[in-house]
Structures are given as structure tokens and as C-alpha cells.
């Protein structure tokens, strides 16, 4: 039985993190690639799962399809740590097969990082790497 993931955050960079925490530390397995959904979506898709008000409104979403049934999904999630909120949705939830019609039709969740390095990171790199040479004495 397959089940999503809705990954809510403050920016894209948060949902990012978290999508590859999923897969990397939680062993979870996506079914399609992550799609990108529209904040006030999430949030009302969370309203609707969790049952309570809103807290705070997030500023970037995605949708995953995975390929784990939702208690395994939710077991594993609960044993790492991501940057952002993560529900779980599963096909006893009212909004699950409205969710599986319009999965397809949304774009592509770009995940790429942006790797900007500025002249204060790169003084950085070159302290870290000036000191932690063992052939270098003085």
C-alpha cells in the first residue's frame, strides 16, 4: 500500500534537506519524484490530516509518492531528524485519492542546491585546509 509525503518548510532549501533525509537516513523509498506543491495546499492538507489549527504557514512544499506502506514510513520518520515538517499520508485519510489524481499533473520539485561561495566561506576553506595539512610545520 503505497502512501505520501508532505514536507513543509520555511524555505526550499529546508524541503531539499529533508527529501534527502528521507531517503538517506530514514530508508525510505520514493516511488516518483518529489513534486512541488503550493504552500497554502500544505497547509491546508495538514489541517486536514493532523486535525488541529495552523501554527504557522510554511513558505515551500512538496509531494513525494512512496513506495513504503505508511506505518513503516512513519516508524522510520520518527527515528531521524529533518529541517522541516513531514505528514504522512496514507489512503485511509479522506484527501488521499484526491492527492493520487493530481500528483501527476504537478511540476517537477527542483532539488538542486544553489552552491554560492562567498569570500568569507572561501578564507574559510583555506584556514581548514592550511591547518589540517600534516605535512605542512612550522
Do not use: W
Amino acid at each position: 500500500m503505497k502512501s505520501f509525503a508532505l514536507v513543509r518548510a520555511d524555505d526550499s532549501d529546508k524541503v531539499k534537506i529533508a527529501l534527502h533525509d528521507l531517503e538517506r537516513y530514514g530508508h525510505i523509498q520514493f516511488s516518483a519524484t518529489p513534486k512541488c506543491i503550493e504552500p497554502n495546499y500544505a497547509d491546508e492538507l495538514l489541517v486536514s490530516v493532523m486535525g488541529v489549527s495552523l501554527k504557522s504557514k510554511c513558505n515551500s512544499a512538496a509531494l513525494v509518492e512512496l513506495n513504503n506502506h505508511a506505518g513503516a514510513a512513519i516508524s522510520r520518520l520518527k527515528k531521524i531528524h529533518p529541517p522541516a515538517h513531514i505528514i504522512i499520508i496514507s489512503p485511509r485519510h479522506k484527501m488521499f485519492e484526491e492527492l493520487a489524481g493530481k500528483f501527476p499533473k504537478y511540476p517537477e520539485f527542483d532539488r538542486t542546491f544553489n552552491h554560492q561561495k562567498g569570500p568569507q566561506s572561501m578564507e574559510i576553506i583555506q584556514e581548514k585546509g592550511e591547518s589540517s595539512n600534516p605535512m605542512h610545520k612550522e
